[in-house]
């Protein structure tokens, strides 16, 4: 089972602001970094944001991500249609043997 | 451009190993590390493990005494076999290439394979 927490939905308009929450604890999200995947409807995760708020090269600067504590959040602004999929979040978790890296329960983001 | 392809049964009986490989094309294997992600149907990710190229491991604890991840640098594939399978276990399997100093920063996917456990 995850110990990352994330919202089971979210949705929006095209062209408003999302924001996704991951909710953790002192030994994953608040001692490590925090990575964020997008999975598109029958296709594999994509990476998205890593080391907390960095993105890939080709990732739109629409998506942005931040930590806090023990939390962490993916903000998707000027939603578009394209942006419907499922989101993850991801970090390692030292309170278990050999510092596995866990995953979050998954977003599934609705363009309205 | 790199790519990564899941290869193996798509069928395997109950309490039997569940062997799949991942070719890479496009760039070396070497200097980097390679995962293993697995999807039940309908539910999210589940990490499975990692190799790196000189084939230093880490495994999900819960996985840990079925599991083994391998590497041959000379076919520029990376394997996975968890053995006495169960239903559980039935899940889309995926590879994916991390960053040695960045092991999550997992940059490159497979398409992703479907195991199915069932007699």
């Known amino acids: 089972q995850s110990v990352l927490t994330q919202p089971p939905s979210a949705s929006g308009t095209p062209g408003q602001r999302v924001t996704i929450s991951c909710s953790g604890s002192s030994s994953n999200i608040g001692s490590n970094y925090v990575y964020w995947y997008q999975q598109l409807p029958g296709m594999a995760p994509k990476l998205l944001i890593y080391r907390n708020n960095q993105r890939p090269s080709g990732v739109p600067d629409r998506f942005s991500g931040s930590k806090s504590g023990t939390s962490a959040s993916l903000a998707i602004s000027g939603l578009r249609s394209e942006d419907e999929a499922d989101y993850y979040c991801a970090a390692w978790d030292d309170s278990l043997s050999g510092r596995p890296c866990v995953f979050g329960t998954g977003t599934k983001v609705t363009v309205l | 451009q790199v790519q990564l392809q899941e290869s193996g049964p798509g069928l395997v009986k109950p309490s039997e190993t569940l062997s799949l490989t991942c070719t890479v094309s496009g760039g070396s294997i070497r200097s980097y590390c390679w995962s293993w992600i697995r999807q039940p149907p309908g539910k999210g990710l589940e990490w499975i493990g990692y190799i790196f190229y000189s084939g230093g491991t880490n495994y999900n604890p819960s996985l840990r005494s079925r599991l083994t991840i391998s590497v041959d640098t000379s076919k520029n594939q990376f394997s996975l076999e968890l053995r006495s399978v169960t239903a559980a276990d039935t899940a889309v399997y995926y590879c994916?290439?991390?960053?040695?100093?960045?092991?999550?920063?997992?940059?490159?996917w497979g398409q992703g394979t479907l195991v199915t456990v069932s007699s």
């Open positions: 994916a290439r991390g960053i040695v100093y960045d092991t999550n920063q997992l940059d490159y």
